[in-house]
C-alpha cells in the first residue's frame, strides 16, 4: 500500500492519529468496522480518536504509516449503521458518554497501491473518514457505534469539494457524494471500468468514462447538487 493519506481540508471537531501497530494495551473503548469483519487483523488500519469534548474545538490530524497488526480484540462494542484547517465553535449539543478516545480498527480492502488509504475530514466536523485499501469508513466521532461503509469496493479517490460542502468517493463504474447529512447522491454508472475526473465548475463536475462498445473516454458532466447529468 502507499503512505496513507491525511487531509482536514473540512474543518473538524476531533484529533486523530494512524497507530504504526495496535497498542499492546487497548484503550477502554475499541470499536471493530465494520461489525462483521472476517480476518480484521490483516492488515487493518489502526486509528486513535480523540472527540473533542464540550466548549472546546479540535482541528489537527496526525499520520502516521500504518503496517500490519497482531489478531482483533473481538470483545468490542461496534454496531453498523447504513480547506484550510480552521477551529469550530464548541459544540452546543450533549454528546454521548462515549464520545471520549477510542481506537478504530477498520478492516483492510486491498493492498493494491492504486486504492488510497488515510483519513479525511468531512463536512459533518464531528464525523471522520478512515480509508483502509480502498474500504471507506465515515465514523461519527461523538457516537462511535454510528457509522456507514461506502458501497464501493474499492473506493479509488476521495476528494474533498469545500466549497459544495462534498466529500466525493470515486468507484470503477460511478460516483457518490457525501455531505453534511450523510449520503447527497449516487451518480448513475458513467464508465465500464474506470473513471477520470477533469474538472469541478459552476457547479458541474466534469470527468470522462470508458465506453467498452466504442473503446473510447466517453466525456459526462454531472449537477453537483443532485447527482444527475447535464
Known amino acids: 500500500m502507499k503512505d496513507p493519506v491525511v487531509d482536514v481540508t473540512f474543518p473538524h471537531r476531533w484529533k486523530a492519529e494512524i497507530l504504526p501497530s495496535r497498542p499492546l494495551i ?3 473503548h475499541h470499536f471493530v468496522y465494520p461489525l ?3 480476518e ?3 492488515g487493518a ?11 472546546h474545538a479540535a482541528n489537527r490530524v496526525d499520520g502516521l504509516k500504518g503496517h500490519d497488526f497482531s489478531r482483533a480484540n473481538n470483545d468490542q462494542q461496534s454496531a453498523g449503521a447504513s480547506a484550510p484547517e480552521g477551529s469550530l465553535p464548541a459544540h452546543t449539543t450533549e454528546r454521548s458518554p462515549s464520545a471520549q478516545e477510542f481506537l478504530a480498527t477498520c478492516a483492510l480492502g486491498f493492498r493494491d497501491p492504486a486504492v488510497p488509504t488515510g483519513l479525511w475530514s468531512a463536512p ?8 483502509a485499501g480502498g474500504y471507506a469508513y465515515l465514523i461519527d466521532t461523538a ?18 469539494l469545500l466549497e459544495q460542502g462534498l466529500l466525493l468517493f470515486v468507484g470503477h463504474h460511478a460516483l457518490l457524494a457525501w455531505g453534511a447529512d450523510g449520503r447527497a447522491w449516487q451518480s448513475e454508472k458513467l464508465s465500464d ?21 466504442t473503446d473510447k473516454e466517453t466525456p459526462f458532466t454531472l449537477d453537483l447538487i443532485t447527482g444527475l447529468p447535464r
Open 45 to 55: 488500519l489502526e486509528v486513535l480518536i480523540r472527540p473533542s469534548s464540550p466548549g
Open 124 to 131: 459533518d466536523p464531528d464525523e471522520i473518514c478512515a480509508v
Open 193 to 213: 471500468e474506470g473513471l477520470t475526473i477533469t474538472g469541478v465548475r459552476d457547479g458541474k463536475l466534469h470527468g470522462q468514462g470508458w465506453n467498452m462498445l
Open 36 to 38: 462483521y469483519a472476517e
Open 143 to 160: 457516537h462511535p457505534t454510528r457509522f456507514t461503509m461506502i458501497v464501493f469496493r474499492p473506493v479509488l479517490e476521495v476528494r474533498p
Open 26 to 28: 487497548l484503550p477502554q
Open 40 to 42: 480484521v487483523e490483516r
